[in-house]
């Protein structure tokens, strides 16, 4: 500095101090039910959060833009973070199931944007069930999961056994039996017992419900007509005839007298028919 053509000089230190680095890293997306731990750890710092939090982290479980201000020294630096929570698939393979033995039901998982993966490994939307047991399946929908089971259970079929097709005679007849416990009967011509008489040629058929379950089973009844026996015309033999005849027999003519001989002599006729 000169004032008047005097002169003198002074000097001054001036330190820069950093500011703090905060990262808390790019926006994030959360699956439902997940948090995640904002993290603003600097050493020396304070710091305050959007909400008042003077904590250096901070866990969010919401939607939301997240800021933090971290002081170090004096100095201030801030950061701030999207969070977006996405909505976990919704599954709902509904019920346990029962279906009648050798049916099979479609289990289905449907959901828009999904990826799948059942029990088995199979990658499909929906899953063909057949035998009994567990079934289960894990949706997926970008990086969010849920999973949900089901049992199913088969209910076995009732026993209908008719036997092999009949044969039996005009004035005969035959009775079907297909009793069965806790069972109701539906015969081709709509009768309802658990018995069905049969006496004329056809086709007999039966439908046996238990449970909620049916089988059926049919045969067939030939009647067969009484055989015709023809003798031919009746025929009469009459026995065989035989006659005989005597006749006197002379002596030598040495006497000269007639003398009673029996000769016995025959002849015989074959029978005859009439």
Not at 57 to 70: I, L, Q
Not at 232 to 260: H, K, L, N
Request: charged fraction near 10%; glycine fraction near 8%.
């Amino acid at each position: 500095m000169t004032t008047a053509g005097c002169s003198n000089s002074d000097a001054v230190d001036v330190a820069l101090t950093p500011l703090p680095v905060v990262s808390l890293g790019p926006d994030v997306s959360l699956c439902a039910g997940d948090q995640v731990i904002l993290d603003a750890t600097t050493a020396g710092a304070t710091y305050v959060w959007d909400n008042g939090s003077t904590a250096a982290t901070r866990a969010v479980s919401s939607s939301g833009t997240y800021d933090v201000t971290v002081t170090v020294a004096g100095c201030s630096a801030n950061d701030a973070i999207d969070v977006t929570v996405v909505p976990i698939p919704v599954i709902d393979l509904g019920p346990d199931v029962t279906v009648c033995a050798g049916d099979q039901t479609l289990i289905d998982a449907t959901t828009p944007g999904a990826t799948y993966i059942w029990q088995d490994g199979s990658t499909g939307a929906t899953y063909t069930a057949s035998m009994a047991g567990p079934y289960s399946v894990t949706v997926t929908v970008g990086a969010c999961t849920n999973s949900d089971a089901l049992t199913l259970w088969t209910t076995p079929l009732p026993l209908v056994d008719l036997g092999p097709d009949v044969a039996v005679c005009t004035g005969d007849q035959i009775t079907l039996d297909v009793t069965t416990i806790n069972a109701t009967y539906l015969w081709q011509d709509g009768s309802t017992g658990a018995t069905y008489t049969a006496a004329s040629t056809g086709n007999y058929a039966v439908t046996v419900t238990s449970n909620g379950c049916s089988a059926s089973d049919a045969m067939d009844l030939t009647v067969n007509p009484a055989p015709v026996v023809d003798l031919g015309p009746i025929q009469a033999s009459a026995p065989a005839m035989r006659y005989f005849s005597m006749r006197p027999w002379r002596e030598p003519y040495t006497s000269g007298r007639m003398v009673p001989i029996r000769l016995r002599s025959w002849r015989t006729e074959q029978a005859r028919t009439v």
